[in-house]
């Protein structure tokens, strides 16, 4: 009867096998889940549970990492292509450990939290669940794309760990802590080495060559480059490997989708597979630099922790009271263009969530004010508008916030007290549409909550507004929500044009003032809008909640008694905001929370009542066209023409870097 198995297969389960079983005997993988159960005294029963639960996420990790690995470089390089030069993989990186060993570079490599007493079994199974073992993965490129192969693999691996280290904490649980096994650690990387040598000659002497022809002869040395920089994390531990990575599979993306490259939706969990085998490969290194692993775990999770609707610095509040505006369609080009990736709507318009689908700009929506009793009375009013409204758009439109009304703080009573419980009626919501984890909820308030902001230091709510701000404030701390607040230096000039000096107001030089309690300095407005803000919520126990400015803006016509409404005063005003929040900077008060904001408005909005200013904070006006130059680009040409915003390097980003990096390995490497 003929095997099952070749002797190529059985060369592979066995190497696997080998290196798991090698690779579970050092200390740090199971001689924690022993400390911590004699600690928390718990049963032996119980300690093997939880040490076979976190062996189960260690497996599944690897194997995720290792299907990846296989994915990427079949659809890249050709499968045959792949399963030749998986072996010579085996035999190089097998000979690197062992030349890293004999340069005495040895030891093991993990990155493993040290046992704490009081640790949590969900803090304990995350240690060997983040830490996959690279070694283990070049051996899953000999498997090549066999389910069976691929499925007994990950079964074997799956034994030989439970087994190792169930059986190493049961020895241990009992006094027999003690056990030497430093000999494994000593020589993991010889071991290994060795293992991994010994499996890629076997893959390559019993692999049979099938040639059909010379038509991938001719290519072979591309492909052979571009596997090597798929594979270069592995080899070398280089950090540029990754990114070759990245830049390799983006191109190939691009050939195949003929999309822009922009548009990748699943480039978050490309980027967060890339940040987890570097942070594999250099623990250390990645662990200093804290953007890094804050990178990683908000793309890891998607926002699970935290949910904040502003990715970025700077956006736009898109406004349509109006009757001769550009469609959805052409405001998504009109954005684009001008690379802002941030816009709030008043609503939750079908047409725009529909045109904006696939645009990777980010939208907070609006539940109208009039919606507010209804749905503070009626959990359902809540959930049946998210239902209808948002959920249809979702995943292909990013939906990253919602607001929960517009300035209801200072008006009417009974929507007032209506605010909180229509708030939480949406998070419950959200919550139960399991939509909490990447859509924000927050609510936008006007000047009108402040009893004081002058100087930054005196910033103080109103004692009338604390019934509604104190249970609402203890909301937001607990989802992690931001604080919105609508600040205009616009309205304040235009109500005090005597007392205040406008290039104060409008980000120009001049004295400033200095705060007689802080002694900081402020020479525009807008930070001590913000600072006052911040201050407000200091003194009311909300230190660490982060601002951010939801409306913004500066009128370019008003009426006779609104001074300073000039289309000249509005370019300056927002030209040096756009800069000024570009600059990624704090404010004096809190210099580490870099300031966000959105400008009001895109367009010039025919129909909206109140003062000629009312319809006049657009940056665009209503056929698209610039209302002043600011750098911008119109859709139709203005008389108010702009230089050309390329030149003004706000092209020059780090996607554009990218781009043009992918481009050149597809033109070198890839046909």
Known sequence: ???????????????????????????????????????????????????????????????????????????????????????????????????????????????????????????????PALSPCATTLPVFLAVGNSSSMMLLAIIVLLFSTITVMTSLVALSFYGASQLKFHWVERYDKLLVGSVLSLVGILTLLFHHHDHEGGSAGGHVHRKLIVLLALLMPFIFKLRFGIFVWFFVYCCHFYVTSNNNITNLANKKIILAIILSIYYINNPFKIMANSSFICLLFILLFNGSIVVHAFTGTYG????????????????????????????????????????????????????????????????????????????????????????????ILGGDIAISEALVPAVKSVYRALRRLRLSDTI??????????????????????????????????????????????????????????????????????????????????????????????????????????????????????????????TPKNARTYNFNLHKRLMLKKGTPYRPKMVAKGYVFALFNENLKPG???????????????????????????SSASSKDFVLRGQFWNFQFLIIVACATILILFIE
Not at 3 to 22: K, N, Q, R
Not at 67 to 89: D, F, Q
Not at 465 to 478: A, E, Q
Not at 497 to 517: C, E, M, R, T, W
């Open 1 to 127: 009867m003929e095997s099952v198995f070749t002797a190529e297969d059985l060369s592979t389960i066995g190497g696997i096998a080998t290196v798991s079983l090698l690779h579970s005997f050092i200390p740090t993988h199971w001689l924690p889940f022993s400390i911590v159960g004699r600690a928390q005294k718990w049963t032996l029963s119980r300690t093997l549970l939880v040490t076979a639960f976190g062996a189960v996420l260690h497996v599944i990790s690897t194997s995720i990492l290792g299907i990846t690995a296989i994915t990427i470089t079949n659809t890249i390089a050709g499968e045959e292509t792949v399963h030749k030069l998986a072996s010579l993989l085996l035999i190089v990186l097998g000979g690197s450990y062992i030349i890293l060993f004999l340069c005495g570079k040895g030891g093991h490599s993990h990155s493993h939290s040290q046992p704490m007493e009081k640790m949590a079994v969900a803090g304990l199974v995350l240690v």
């Open 316 to 407: 736009v509040n898109y406004g349509k009271i109006s009757d001769n505006i550009p469609s959805p369609e052409d405001v998504l080009k009109l954005l684009r263009s001008n690379k802002i990736k941030n816009i709030r709507i008043y609503d939750a318009d079908h047409r725009v969530l529909r045109a904006f689908s696939g645009s990777g700009i980010e939208i907070s929506v609006c539940l109208p004010n009039e919606l507010l009793i209804d749905a503070s009375r009626n959990g359902s009013i809540a959930l049946e508008w998210i239902k209808l409204n948002l959920q249809p758009f979702l995943p292909d439109t990013s939906i990253s916030g919602i607001a929960v009304g517009n300035e």
């Open 440 to 565: 924000e909820v927050s609510t936008p308030h006007s000047e009108a909550i402040f009893s004081s902001t002058y100087p930054p230091s005196n910033g103080t709510f109103k004692e009338s507004m604390m019934p509604y701000l104190g249970p609402l404030l203890h909301f937001f701390n607990r989802v992690g929500s931001p604080f919105y607040i609508n600040a205009y230096p616009f309205l304040a000039y235009k109500f005090d044009p005597s007392h205040i000096d406008i290039n104060y107001a409008l980000f120009q030089p001049n004295k400033g003032i200095v705060d007689p309690k802080t002694k900081l300095h402020y020479d525009n407005m807008f930070d001590a809008m913000v600072d006052a803000t911040y201050v407000a919520l200091e003194k009311v126990g909300y230190k660490k909640m982060p601002v951010i400015v939801s409306e913004t803006g500066w009128a370019s016509k008003g009426d006779d008694s609104e001074p300073g409404a």
């Open 611 to 637: 003062p000629t200013s009312e319809r006049n904070f657009g940056l665009f006006k209503a056929d698209g066209s610039i209302a002043y130059d600011m750098g911008f680009k119109g859709l139709v040409p």
